[in-house]
């Protein structure tokens, strides 16, 4: 997120705006905690993982009220335009801030990929790798016979980390909130695979999913007493670290043209990746919504990993 | 390519074909040397840089008569398809193949991303995040004023790397084949970006560049005594390295895609990402062709660029 | 431990000497599954993590009729001598091989750093920048008050890797299995580390302290409303990954040191790091002892976080 | 450098004491740029590569009016006590102040680790898994017959770095200052390495050896048409990036020392990692004296490397 941040700043300047950057999301918003920003004031935000400037809950926000002060506050300290960096909740809340007057540009960030408008939101490649390299090392441990490898990663409702980890991190198999998975044929492949003299079988489990990581670890332990499943929850593992390029070029994109939206006037829009353009996506078509998981890919998963590697 | 190699023997198993992998590319297709491949065969393929397989220059391969005996030798052996994962110049190769009636499908991979038809090639977001890595820890070295870090990226006649590699490591310029820089615009940046007091200064510099960035550090060197100009060539240091999430992924899709075209009996075609789908490309039309740069993206870097960080 | 086998060769080479690899430890050794090693055989061998001979629990070694069917097994297959590269558990049947007269040296190979003998196991530096890695990215999340990060590490009875862990990450507490820490010091820490203004806590548990990781967790979400605990447990993803460069020397040194000590006729040994020097210390003084935790550490790791940070 | 200036910091907090931060060196010593540091302004330092506190030559320092210039600015600062951390020459510049009265404590700090009177400096660690990353990738690409991969690092006069970089590297043969090499047994090593059947040959040369990298690469492109040398200066590439887990441990006990020496009056001293302990090093005894490189490294670097991998 901080290289959106300083993407929107460095476009900003570019237009000879002023630039203040709000601390602690919304909460922050209502409290007026504005941090003035300058050119040098950003240095070194590009390569920095984690949000520089705070996120926090709001109780306040989220009542009608809370909005309309939040409106007040932010008039009172001179601003014309926001731009929101955040996941779902945190863009709900622009809808809500521009339908009040106040002219907000959305910008998707969210380790999830659940965004709806954007084929990725700021964070997700990040996320992904950071993922994959957790597989790899999993992977990497001595293995022994009729061991199953369980990693449970994040995605709420929405199975693509899922997916993606697993094609990418060369799962046997994978489980997600959109696709139906028997416990009992998770064991079979393990016995297959075992048989089929892998030294390894990784399973990749959505944190949305049916039977939860927690729950297949059980069925497998459960299984015959030549089993065990080993649990590793990747989670706040995956929200850290360094961005990958890709972020970075992303937050550069939508930063600029989250800038240019509120230029031109057109407030009240998401700035999403479309195919290879950044289009601008109403806000109020994308709240509420979910992104739906591409099953070409989640097929991809299971062809790649249908044959023992 | 190893990430590839793996996708495309996974997906043929899938049909119940056999497998078999040529070591050293075209020099051992001519001279035979097949590799049988079976599912136990590729473990740990997924994780690892570099080309497994091996790559050789072939000068035999070079002429009308070894692309012929090229096709003898597959057919000899029984290859009944064949897929080449390469750059433009395997690709070429591919197309002469299947001129000569052995049913190839195509599949990009460079670092350069200068292969036509397709959005990216396999290696070129795993080169682009380890060039990034360097200009990150070469602005973290300890700066001097009028200091200029020179970085030169690979690409060949394409920017690409060189702009994405500005984009996401922050640098104050980016110098490309395609679009012209003077030097002395060069030293004037480096100069104002001192006196409006940033800590340092980078400049990316794409191998195939006018001025190189041998001469742009000359350029600096000599434009006054408080001015020194270091050079970091990233040079092979960006082709080896663990694949990242986005290239294993990418080669899992190219990888499948190949092996459904042939057996969709639609042989001649390069698998390339246009957007978010693979589409099959004829091979004749991107032999020879050069891949543009997007100027939006050059623009971009420069709009970022321009106000001190 | 595959830099540690690829050591052991090459020193083995330089001497002249024939090498085999025994493939999954004592069962492998019992069911004679060597695996004859040249020179080319060890290409790759330095960068790669995990152990690629593999590892299996043998019940057959366990039993004193086992190891002497391991000795002939070995006699039988003209082995002259061994090199085990392992754990305490390893090194005792180490021990057990060379008093029934088969020549063995000992390299200690463990994540837990819990072999008498040595400074330093190898496994324990990789195992270390990875559970830092962990913590630095877990500190990286957005934090918001009253918030508890728990992180178990790994390491036995020993709190080593605790310690080193929270010193290098600038962890605020740290509990092992050597010293008592009450979990009501560490909720009141929490509270005063919050109010000190701090934006982040993270307390380094090893996974033989007590309470354990999770029951810190219990005190700390019992010890009011406003009090919250994420456990990230980093398991099975410290024991992979490629080896930092001081386990990869370490390797070569210790290694060597083996071949060194069996072509002198000095078997029964165990190589250790002391200091800076390798030293052969008899295998019966280190099997059964504990390695004990430096208390000088432990202080320290407390005097670097009792100050806010 | 910043996990050391962290370090001494909380140390100092500690004993109840005021800090503040120089900036910019003995430059800003003597401009009396001071930054007050209370326990909140470290946050996030210690995983952070580079120099937060800048560095600048100083040629004001460099005359002994300059240094009791210096003197003067700490003490109307209110200065009881100054920890440097440096290499050699900031070293030097610490003896001379606490000569002319201002109480110094010294940590040594250079990627070099040519600092006598301690094994290891702060940043080595750091620099050499850089460096031998930067050797698995290159090694990692592509390679054809007849090539060399000479790879260039840091260590001014002294080859440790280049030595241990070998030696975890896997290189096939090391320059150092201090051992002489001919360049025509590089070749035949060359040579005799390809007939061997080895896909690689790298070579790691310091800085100050003799044939230089440069010199090397004209010898062995000289040698024949058949032969070709790529050089890659890992230059300041080593010098950046986030300290390895060894570093920081390194830092927080020499820092935590180094404030501890103050408080018992013992100034004068360099903190020295002397096999597993921290020394107090009298800085006169280490002022211009020379590290040795252990020839045993040396040798071993030889050892594993004359089988062809």
Known sequence: ????????????????????????????????????????????????????????????????????????????????????????????????????????????????????????????????????????????????????????????????????????????????????????DIVRLLEESYEGGKPHFVVVVSEGASPTADELCGHINDAGESYAADLTAAGHIQSGGGPTAFDRILAGRLGAAAVKALADGDAGKMMGLQGNVIERVPLEEIVGEDRPLDPGLYELAGELARIPR
Chains 1, 2, 3, 4 share one sequence.
């Open 1 to 184: 997120m901080n290289a959106a941040v300083r993407a929107v700043a460095q476009a900003a300047f570019g237009k000879g705006w002023e630039v203040a950057a709000v601390e602690s999301g919304y909460a922050g918003l209502l409290e007026g905690r504005f941090r003035s920003v300058d050119s040098g004031a950003l240095s070194g935000w590009m390569s920095r993982g984690g949000t520089m400037l705070g996120t926090e809950r709001s109780d306040d926000f989220a009542t009608d009220e809370g909005k309309s002060r939040a409106v007040e506050a932010a008039r009172e300290a001179g601003v014309e335009g926001l731009v929101v960096v955040g996941g779902g909740g945190s863009l709900a809340g622009a809808l809500a801030l521009d339908e009040r007057g106040l002219p907000v540009a959305g910008i998707p960030a969210t380790i999830d990929n659940d965004v709806a408008g954007t084929d990725m939101s700021i964070g997700v490649d990040t996320a992904l790798n950071t993922a994959v390299g957790i597989i790899d090392r999993i992977r990497d441990t001595a293995s022994s016979h009729h061991r199953a490898h369980v990693v449970e990663v994040f995605g709420r409702d929405n199975g693509y980390l899922a997916v993606m980890s697993a094609l990418a991190g060369g799962a046997d198999a994978v489980l997600t909130p959109e696709f139906e998975t028997k416990p009992e």
